[in-house]
């Protein structure tokens, strides 16, 4: 990760901020660097993954009210921390 994309944020601030929280994405070598080890899941996936997986579960959903509710609870996810203020 380039030192000016993260703004000078390190932990927590680089997860209280969605513009920089890439959840499980985070290489091995980005959360040393960053200060994340043992604050995020110790996995490390790409978005694509990440996506993947959401877009799997919302294909098991039984009605398609339940799907836009599982859809809106990731799109609200995936713009907030993990940790809140």
Same mark, same amino acid.
């Given at each position: $990760?380039?030192? =000016?994309?993260?703004?000078?944020?390190?932990? &927590?601030? &680089?997860?209280?901020?969605?513009?920089?929280?890439?959840?499980?994405?985070?290489?091995?070598?980005?959360?040393?660097?960053?200060?994340?080890?043992?604050?995020?899941?110790?996995?490390?996936? =790409?978005?694509? &993954?990440?996506?993947?997986? &959401?877009? $799997?579960?919302?294909?098991?959903?039984?009605?398609?009210? =339940?799907?836009?509710? =599982?859809?809106?609870?990731?799109? +609200?996810?995936?713009?907030?921390?993990? +940790?809140?203020?």
């Amino acid at each position: $990760m380039n030192q =000016t994309t993260l703004q000078g944020k390190r932990s &927590v601030d &680089v997860l209280r901020d969605p513009e920089l929280n890439r959840s499980t994405a985070f290489t091995e070598a980005d959360k040393e660097a960053l200060g994340l080890v043992g604050l995020i899941p110790d996995v490390t996936e =790409t978005e694509d &993954v990440q996506l993947q997986r &959401v877009l $799997m579960q919302l294909g098991h959903k039984n009605s398609d009210s =339940t799907a836009i509710s =599982t859809s809106s609870t990731f799109s +609200i996810m995936t713009r907030r921390s993990f +940790i809140e203020p």
